[in-house]
């Protein structure tokens, strides 16, 4: 659905517990705090992967080092089906995205110091300036969305406590140098630094690169991007206006996947409580129906064309299995990470990669990677359920108080 272009196939291959126990001990001082208690599994088995961080191309006509962003969206979309039921107590989550209301979930809890400006629903809109908006507002205020590598070491999040590493890793990509030597960064040259670099990464996530039309079934994304109320992006546009992500762009796979959900959480709740009791009386089901794999199995080709139809036909146990397997495949998309790897090139250069030019002409090629594509088990809409009435009721809570304090 994301499209092979984007999510490369790995390789498994074994692993002694030793390696593990050595990956894990160079991991630490690299993981953010809330990962420090989760261990990696010692099964033995691993996935190699192509390091999404560098680029495969070297030669004479690179300049300065690669540079790489972890961008991980969220959900790019509103619930818009008139068929979603979402109790009236909840009406906000049609107008308001469910990041933007858990930042305040997260800032009750102390998880967070300031909420973010950044809006998913931007990033997904198609129009440039709502989307250079979104990456600014993600540069400003990381949290768990947004990391910079510099030649494959990690150099900016939300763990550094400060933007110099920011500042001297876009002076480096601009300047084609590994190092800057010139001391600090002026305010005025770094802000230059941002714009520009937002420019940048805006062109390359609405660069066409997926030819296949690998999007299964013939409904396509809407043309029409959604606005969410907290977003503070001046830049929005009347709802009937016509914008949107270009085909084959990395986005526009994942909102396309990610809108296998028709139903929201809130309709599929109750659907998941029907399948467990079901699967409680008759657990062969599991594996006639290979609820927990093999994911390649063509029981698990969803398209959009299928779970219209299944949503209209709840009754039958098969349309609420499909309707909660495509449930799964949105909430893999919804939580993926991008990864884009840039790299200063020499005009004229014979290059095998795309590339793209920033505002003033210089020339950077690219590739986007997208991964964190692990299949979600079935317990997690439990848990996805659990945790989205205390995302509704956290923001009901705060935007109360504040109109009270008006």
Request: charged share 25%; hydrophobic share 35%.
């Given at each position: 659905l994301?499209?092979?272009?984007?999510v490369?196939v790995?390789?498994?291959?074994g692993?002694?517990e030793?390696?593990?126990?050595?990956i894990?001990?160079?991991?630490?001082?690299?993981?953010?705090?809330?990962?420090?208690?989760?261990k990696?599994?010692?099964?033995g088995?691993?996935?190699?992967?192509?390091?999404?961080?560098?680029?495969?191309?070297v030669?004479?006509?690179v300049?300065g080092?690669?540079?790489?962003?972890e961008?991980?969206?969220?959900?790019?979309?509103l619930?818009?089906s008139?068929?979603?039921?979402i109790p009236?107590?909840?009406?906000?989550?049609?107008?308001?995205?469910r990041?933007?209301?858990?930042?305040?979930?997260?800032?009750?809890?102390?998880?967070?110091?300031e909420?973010?400006?950044?809006?998913p629903l931007?990033?997904?809109s198609g129009i440039a300036?709502r989307?250079?908006f979104a990456i600014?507002?993600?540069?400003h205020?990381?949290q768990?969305?947004f990391k910079m590598?510099q030649?494959?070491s990690?150099?900016y999040?939300?763990?550094?406590?400060?933007?110099?590493p920011l500042q001297?890793?876009?002076?480096a990509l601009?300047a084609?140098?590994?190092?800057i030597n010139?001391?600090?960064?002026?305010?005025?040259?770094?802000?230059?630094h941002?714009?520009?670099?937002?420019?940048?990464?805006?062109k390359?996530?609405?660069?066409p690169?997926d030819e296949s039309s690998?999007c299964l079934?013939?409904?396509?994304?809407s043309t029409?991007?959604?606005?969410c109320?907290e977003s503070?992006?001046?830049q929005?546009?009347n709802?009937?206006?016509?914008h949107?992500?270009?085909?084959g762009?990395?986005?526009?796979n994942i909102l396309?996947?990610q809108e296998l959900?028709?139903?929201d959480?809130?309709?599929?709740?109750?659907?998941?409580?029907?399948?467990?009791?079901?699967l409680n009386?008759?657990?062969e089901?599991?594996?006639?129906?290979?609820?927990?794999?093999?994911?390649?199995?063509t029981?698990w080709?969803i398209?959009h064309?299928?779970?219209?139809?299944c949503?209209?036909?709840?009754?039958?146990?098969?349309?609420?299995?499909?309707?909660?397997?495509?449930?799964?495949v949105?909430?893999?998309?919804?939580d993926?990470?991008?990864m884009v790897a840039?790299?200063?090139v020499?005009?004229?250069?014979d290059?095998?990669l795309?590339?793209?030019?920033?505002?003033e002409?210089d020339r950077?090629?690219?590739?986007?990677q997208v991964?964190?594509?692990?299949p979600k088990?079935?317990?997690r809409i439990?848990?996805y359920?659990?945790?989205?009435?205390?995302?509704?009721?956290a923001?009901?809570q705060?935007?109360?108080?504040?109109n009270?304090n008006i």
């Amino acid at each position: 659905l994301i499209g092979a272009q984007f999510v490369r196939v790995g390789q498994v291959v074994g692993v002694s517990e030793g390696f593990v126990a050595q990956i894990e001990q160079k991991m630490k001082e690299h993981r953010s705090r809330r990962r420090l208690l989760e261990k990696l599994d010692t099964a033995g088995i691993a996935i190699c992967l192509p390091d999404a961080c560098m680029l495969r191309t070297v030669g004479s006509h690179v300049q300065g080092p690669v540079v790489c962003v972890e961008v991980k969206p969220k959900a790019g979309f509103l619930p818009k089906s008139k068929s979603t039921k979402i109790p009236q107590t909840h009406a906000a989550r049609r107008s308001v995205c469910r990041f933007c209301m858990q930042q305040c979930l997260k800032l009750r809890h102390g998880k967070i110091k300031e909420r973010s400006q950044y809006c998913p629903l931007d990033l997904f809109s198609g129009i440039a300036s709502r989307m250079i908006f979104a990456i600014k507002a993600l540069l400003h205020n990381p949290q768990n969305n947004f990391k910079m590598f510099q030649d494959g070491s990690l150099v900016y999040s939300c763990d550094t406590g400060n933007q110099r590493p920011l500042q001297e890793c876009l002076a480096a990509l601009f300047a084609g140098e590994d190092s800057i030597n010139s001391g600090n960064v002026g305010t005025q040259k770094h802000d230059f630094h941002i714009d520009k670099f937002a420019e940048l990464l805006q062109k390359i996530l609405v660069y066409p690169l997926d030819e296949s039309s690998c999007c299964l079934g013939n409904q396509q994304p809407s043309t029409t991007s959604d606005c969410c109320t907290e977003s503070i992006c001046e830049q929005k546009v009347n709802r009937t206006s016509q914008h949107g992500l270009p085909p084959g762009t990395v986005l526009y796979n994942i909102l396309h996947t990610q809108e296998l959900d028709v139903l929201d959480i809130e309709g599929i709740h109750p659907l998941y409580q029907k399948l467990v009791e079901h699967l409680n009386i008759h657990p062969e089901d599991w594996d006639r129906w290979c609820l927990e794999g093999p994911y390649d199995n063509t029981q698990w080709r969803i398209t959009h064309d299928v779970i219209e139809k299944c949503r209209d036909g709840v009754e039958s146990i098969e349309s609420v299995v499909k309707l909660m397997k495509a449930f799964l495949v949105s909430l893999t998309a919804k939580d993926c990470s991008v990864m884009v790897a840039m790299q200063k090139v020499g005009h004229g250069a014979d290059i095998n990669l795309p590339v793209v030019s920033d505002s003033e002409g210089d020339r950077y090629m690219f590739s986007i990677q997208v991964v964190d594509t692990k299949p979600k088990p079935l317990d997690r809409i439990k848990r996805y359920f659990s945790l989205n009435q205390d995302i509704v009721q956290a923001y009901l809570q705060t935007t109360s108080a504040k109109n009270e304090n008006i």
